[in-house]
């Protein structure tokens, strides 16, 4: 078996995305931030300590005894340290330069490598004018190191550090970035790869993959202006559509602007930029609205498509790309020009190889595929799906010129595989059971509004949907909005289809109108975040919490 790799394991990087409405709002909602110890917040944190605080009573403690049974059941590995500093800072993506947030001073941050069984100690310091975390998208962790400012640990202070020490067991493409409002939308994020230390793959190279949609810095924009001109935004000649209207404000004729176009002459809430709300852009795919923001730029590894980044290989090398959707508000359809795609794994777990042209990830989902490298210079191209942006970069295994930046390879309308058409490995099959308990999720709301939630209800930090460990849980979303949502599981991966024929995900694409209908087995005890991976959907309020009963 071959697997060497061009991008070598770096002790760094990182990412994350939302977090409760506000710390003050979590203080408000219960009584964790001041039960919390000394161990998270204001000077070094060490992981496993205080990190949650007190659970409301009858449920389990993010760092209560019930977590740290949990966590030696899971055992202890070598110990993968790695330091890790988040910054403001000037940042290249390729042909021009903006002021924004990262780790290192990368775009993406530097990705950290493990290997499956490893215990990962990674400390965090705030270099930031305000708090922040880390959350670790898709890791089955322990419950005071995910992340949560004010449900599962302190925010972490300016001037502060945090580590997060936990075992890592499952291989797979995951990655990380802050819980805490809108910071992920600006360059805190960063691939983490857990290696299979028994890998049944065979491949020469491997490619990680970031996509991201782009505004912090540009022209004046923040993603704090754009959510506050989100939320009010309608004002300015929106519709007037109730709670569940959905975005039937985008496409109406009143407007001006253009398809997928932002409104002309509106500023942003700030009043420094342009306004960023997105018009008339729709998808099939995405079964109406694709989405809220018109993003200036579209990256591939923090680099736009005028100035692409570049990866060799030699023809006929058998190429492992592994794909991860890092944007604030986009889903991407991703094709490789003159190859086709046979997928692999589907948020880090393997499913029955299934070959396909196109893959349409939403936001925080990853696709791991292989490709037999042809001879030449290809496009890889994302589609800002119902956007018409795209980013790109570039496959190269011989000579010739960079393909064009608006490249739009017919793959891209060729055969797409969709994750409900996937079949998990047997390995990782979920055994069919009926469930010991439903959970059902109503996701409401509309663009006219903005009052995102699940069930009507804006996300505060009390709210419990109680589950017991060990039981079989069905988790049901129904879409009763206009818009399309990336729903996403924290600490758990979910069967699709509710049964073992499903591949197993942490991050769901539900259409408008649709159902989906999950399963999971209630093996980690805590309390977990169910939340839209549209960042500013989370931030407007749809987020809710599974809590584990003791």
């Known amino acids: 078996m071959r697997t060497t790799r061009s991008l070598p394991g770096s002790p760094t990087a990182s990412t994350s995305r939302r977090t409760l409405l506000g710390a003050s709002l979590a203080v408000a909602g219960t009584g964790l931030l001041g039960a919390c110890s000394s161990g998270t917040g204001s000077g070094s944190g060490h992981g496993g300590h205080g990190a949650g605080g007190s659970a409301p009573q009858g449920y389990v403690d993010p760092a209560g005894p019930e977590v740290e049974a949990a966590e030696r059941r899971r055992g202890s590995g070598p110990v993968r340290s790695v330091r890790l500093t988040a910054a403001a800072t000037a940042l290249e993506l390729g042909d021009r330069t903006v002021k924004s947030w990262s780790y290192g001073g990368d775009l993406p941050g530097k990705e950290v490598r493990v290997t499956a069984g490893d215990t990962l100690a990674l400390t965090l310091a705030n270099h930031l004018p305000e708090a922040t975390s880390l959350h670790w998208h898709g890791l089955a962790l322990r419950n005071d190191m995910d992340g949560v400012p004010g449900l599962t640990q302190k925010p972490i202070a300016p001037g502060a550090d945090f580590t997060y020490r936990f075992a890592v067991t499952h291989p797979g493409t995951y990655w990380f970035h802050p819980h805490s409002g809108t910071q ?7 691939p983490l790869i857990v290696d299979d230390p028994k890998e049944p793959l065979s491949y020469d190279k491997e490619w990680v993959i970031v996509l991201d949609d782009w505004v912090d810095g540009v022209d004046g924009s923040t993603p704090d202006a754009v959510l506050k001109e989100l939320s009010s935004g309608m004002d300015h000649g929106g519709g007037s559509g109730g709670s ?15 398809d997928a176009s932002p409104s002309k002459g509106a500023r942003t809430g700030a009043g420094t930029g342009p306004s960023r709300m997105m018009m008339g852009a729709t998808s099939e795919l995405l079964g109406g609205d694709a989405g809220d923001v018109a993003y200036p730029h579209y990256l591939i590894n923090g680099r736009t498509p005028e100035a692409p980044s570049s990866f060799k290989a030699r023809p006929g090398d058998r190429i492992r790309l ?13 094709a490789l020009g003159g190859h086709e795609m046979t997928v692999t794994h589907t948020d880090g777990f393997p499913v029955r190889p299934a070959k396909t042209d196109a893959l349409l990830l939403g936001m925080g989902e990853r696709y791991d595929v292989l490709v037999t490298a042809g001879d030449g210079v290809f496009p890889l191209t994302a589609l800002a799906e119902g956007k018409k942006r795209t980013a790109m970069a570039v496959l190269r295994t011989g000579s010739g010129a960079a393909p064009s930046p608006t490249s739009r390879p017919a793959e891209l309308t060729g055969k797409l595989v969709t994750a409900d058409r996937l079949r998990p490995a047997e390995s990782v099959a979920l055994p ?6 439903t959970l059902s999720l109503t996701l409401t709301g509309s663009m ?15 709210q419990r949907h109680p589950v017991g460990a060990g039981e079989r849980v069905r988790l049901v979303f129904r879409n009763h909005t206009k818009m399309w949502h990336p729903v ?4 758990h991966t979910f069967a699709l289809s509710g049964g073992a024929a499903g591949a197993r995900k942490d991050t769901a694409i539900v259409r408008p109108g649709e159902t989906v209908t999950t399963d999971f087995e209630a093996d980690n005890p805590g309390l977990w975040m169910v939340h839209c991976h549209n960042i500013y959907h989370s931030e407007a309020g749809m987020m809710t919490v599974l809590g584990y009963r003791k």
């Open 184 to 190: 992920q939308d600006r360059g805190l994020y960063a």
């Open 244 to 258: 569940g209207g959905g975005h039937s404000g985008h496409d109406m004729s009143a407007m001006s602007g253009t």
């Open 322 to 334: 592994r794909i991860i959707n890092a944007g604030g508000d986009t889903a991407f359809r991703v």
């Open 432 to 437: 069919s059971a009926e469930p010991d308990r």
């Open 448 to 462: 006219e509004k903005y009052d995102w939630a699940f069930d009507g209800k804006p996300y505060t930090a009390d």
């Open 488 to 491: 996403h599981l924290h600490g």
